[in-house]
C-alpha cells in the first residue's frame, strides 16, 4: 500500500479497461475492501465507468410508475412532490469532508477549495503564505539589486538607430529581470501545488494534515512536477514557434509585408492550439501527486480525464482564472496606490519607464502586496485543479465509491450505482 496521503497509483489497469478491482477480478466487481487502517489511502481505484447513482428521477423509455400518491394519481395530495411512496427519493450523497462524493457542480468545486482553506486554514495558509514569502523575497531583492536600473532601455528609446550591441544590452537585461522572476515564481509554485494538492486529498476524506506532512509526502515528487510544469510550456512555446516560423522565413528571404501578415495569421492559429493543450494537460499535476506517475504518464492521464469533457473543464478553469485576477486586483491595486504614494515622484516615473531607478520602498510595498495575493489566490487555484481532477475519475470510475470506503463510511451509506442512468448525471454538471 501506498503511504502517501492522498492516493496510491492505479498500477496496471489503464482508466479505460473494465474491471474494478485488481488481477483476476471480474469486470463489474467492486475492488478490495477497505485497509483495516481507518487512515489509509484509498486503494485499487476503480477503472471502469459504471453507471450512474440512483438520484435522479426515472426517465427515457421503460415501464411507467404506477399512479397513486407522489405521482399525480388520484391519492396524491396538492401541493405533494413528483416522489411517490413506491419511488422513493434518492438518499443524499455522502460528505465526509468538503465535498459530496458524488459528481461534483461548478460551485461546488469553487466552494470546496475556499473550505479547504476555511476547514484547514492553519496548513493551508501556512503553506501559501511560507512560500508567497520566499519567493516574493527573492523577486523583490533580485529586482532591486540588478534590474532597477533602465539606463539601458531609456537609452534603446532615446536612440532612433540603436546597433545591434545596444539592443542586444538593452534586451538582454529586460529578459534577465523577466527570467530571473519567472523562476522564482515557478519554483514556488511548484512547491505550493505539490502540498496544497496532498492537502486537498486528505480534506476530501475529511482529514486534516500538517505542514511537515504535506512536505514530507510531496518532496519525492517535486522533480517529477518541475519537469512537468517546465515542460507545458515549453512544449506551448514550440508550437507557437512553428506556427510563427513561415512567416519570419519569408520576412527573411526579402518578403517584408506578406511574411509579416504570415507571421500574424501564424500566432493566430497558435492562440486556440496552445489553450487546447493548456486544458488537454491541466490535470496533470494532481495526476502526478497523488498517482505517483511519471511526467509522461501523467500527461496521458489528463489526456484520457479530460477527453470528452474539455468545454466544462475549460469553463471552470477560465472562470478560476477571473476569480483569481478580481482577488489579486483587489489587494495588490491599493497596495500600488500606497506604493505610489510612500515612492513619490520617482516610482511614478519608473512605471511610466521615464525613471531609470525604483526606490526600496516602492519595491518593498509592492512585494508586501504581492505576498498577501499569492497568500489567497495560491489554494484557490490549487485546490480547483485537484478538485476538478476528482470530479472527473468520480465520473469516469466511480472513485466517490473508493473515497467513501477510505473514509469509513458504511456501505448502506453510500449511493450504489444503477444501470439506468451514466455516472456522471448530476445536477449543475
Not at 390 to 418: C, F, K, W, Y
Amino acid at each position: 500500500m501506498n503511504d502517501s496521503p492522498g492516493w496510491a497509483s492505479p498500477g496496471s489497469a489503464p482508466s479505460d479497461e473494465p474491471g474494478r478491482g485488481g488481477p483476476g477480478n471480474e469486470p463489474g466487481q467492486p475492488g478490495q475492501a477497505a485497509p483495516d487502517d481507518a487512515t489509509a489511502p484509498p486503494v485499487n481505484w476503480s477503472k471502469q465507468q459504471p453507471p450512474a447513482g440512483q438520484w435522479a428521477a426515472p426517465t427515457g423509455p421503460g415501464p411507467t410508475p404506477p399512479p397513486g400518491p407522489g405521482w399525480g394519481g388520484p391519492g396524491n395530495r396538492g401541493g405533494q412532490s413528483g416522489w411517490g411512496n413506491g419511488w422513493a427519493q434518492p438518499p443524499a450523497a455522502a460528505k465526509p469532508g468538503i465535498i459530496p462524493l458524488r459528481p461534483l457542480g461548478v460551485g461546488e468545486i469553487l466552494d470546496g477549495a475556499v473550505s479547504t482553506m476555511r476547514a484547514h486554514w492553519r496548513t493551508v495558509l501556512g503553506i501559501s503564505l511560507a512560500v508567497a514569502f520566499v519567493i516574493q523575497t527573492a523577486a523583490t531583492v533580485a529586482t532591486g539589486i540588478w534590474f532597477r536600473d533602465s539606463t539601458s532601455l531609456e537609452g534603446l528609446e532615446n536612440n532612433p538607430n540603436p546597433s545591434f550591441d545596444e539592443t542586444m544590452d538593452a534586451l538582454g537585461g529586460t529578459l534577465g529581470s523577466t527570467g530571473v522572476t519567472w523562476l522564482i515564481s515557478m519554483l514556488g509554485t511548484i512547491i505550493a501545488t505539490a502540498m496544497l494538492t496532498i492537502v486537498v486529498s486528505r480534506a476530501v476524506l475529511g482529514r486534516s494534515v500538517s505542514i511537515a506532512e504535506a512536505w514530507r509526502h510531496s518532496r519525492p515528487q517535486l522533480p517529477r512536477l518541475f519537469g512537468l510544469l517546465f515542460l507545458l510550456p515549453l512544449l506551448i512555446t514550440a508550437v507557437a514557434a512553428v506556427a510563427v516560423a513561415p512567416g519570419l522565413i519569408v520576412s527573411a528571404t526579402g518578403g517584408s509585408g506578406a511574411g509579416a501578415a504570415l507571421a500574424v495569421l501564424g500566432a493566430l492559429a497558435a492562440v486556440p492550439l496552445a489553450i487546447w493543450l493548456w486544458i488537454r494537460y491541466s490535470l496533470a499535476a494532481p495526476a502526478l501527486m497523488l498517482e505517483k506517475q511519471g511526467v509522461i504518464a501523467s500527461l496521458r492521464r489528463s489526456a484520457k480525464l479530460v477527453r470528452g469533457s474539455w468545454w466544462r473543464i475549460c469553463g471552470i478553469q477560465v472562470l478560476t482564472m477571473i476569480l483569481v485576477f478580481m482577488v489579486s486586483a483587489v489587494i495588490e491595486i491599493p497596495t500600488s496606490i500606497v506604493a505610489t504614494v510612500v515612492g513619490g515622484e520617482g516610482a511614478m516615473d519608473w512605471l511610466s519607464g521615464e525613471s531609470v531607478t525604483a526606490t526600496w520602498s516602492f519595491l518593498v510595498i509592492i512585494g508586501i502586496g504581492a505576498v498577501i495575493s499569492s497568500t489567497i489566490t495560491f489554494p484557490i487555484s490549487a485546490g480547483v485543479t485537484a478538485l476538478l481532477y476528482m470530479d472527473q475519475r468520480i465520473r469516469r470510475e466511480a472513485l466517490d465509491l473508493e473515497l467513501a470506503r477510505a473514509a469509513g463510511i458504511p456501505e448502506q451509506g453510500v449511493r450504489q450505482p444503477s444501470a439506468q442512468q451514466p455516472h456522471d448525471t448530476t445536477p449543475g454538471s
